[in-house]
């Protein structure tokens, strides 16, 4: 089983700056896909980035210019660099894999999702 542990989310003035960190753990041998969603409450949860193993980076439009995400293949983890953060940035922000591949078994592991952590954003 893979699992996914998110951490640095917190409370922020609007115009500050937030890194979000994703671990993922399970003897894996690689991940394919990796990506930050999030939802706000009332909402719908919408992507926000997502980064594949060769560090191609999707955006939604409302993060573009002001958000990061990367990602270390070695360890297994995702990041995501928040600049200019607005109050409608605020939510709890998930991490999620697509399909990782496990070494005890040889098996795949699909869609796996982190717990989440709240990002809030203060005018």
């Known amino acids: 089983q893979v699992q996914l542990v998110e951490s640095g989310g917190g409370l922020v003035q609007a115009g500050g700056s937030l890194r979000l960190s994703c671990a993922a753990s399970?003897?894996?041998?690689?991940?394919?896909?990796m990506a930050w969603y999030r939802q706000a409450p009332g909402k719908q949860r919408e992507l926000v980035a997502d980064i594949t193993n060769g560090a191609s980076t999707n955006y939604a439009d409302s993060v573009k210019g002001r958000f990061t995400i990367s990602r270390n293949n070695a360890r297994n983890t995702v990041y995501l660099q928040m600049s200019s953060l607005k109050p409608e940035d605020t939510a709890v922000y998930y991490c999620?894999?697509?399909?990782?591949?496990?070494?005890?078994?040889?098996?795949?592991?699909?869609?796996?999702w982190g717990q989440g952590t709240q990002v809030t954003v203060s005018s």
């Open positions: 999620y894999v697509d399909r990782a591949l496990l070494q005890v078994t040889l098996k795949y592991a699909y869609d796996v």
């Open positions: 399970g003897n894996i041998i690689e991940i394919n896909q």
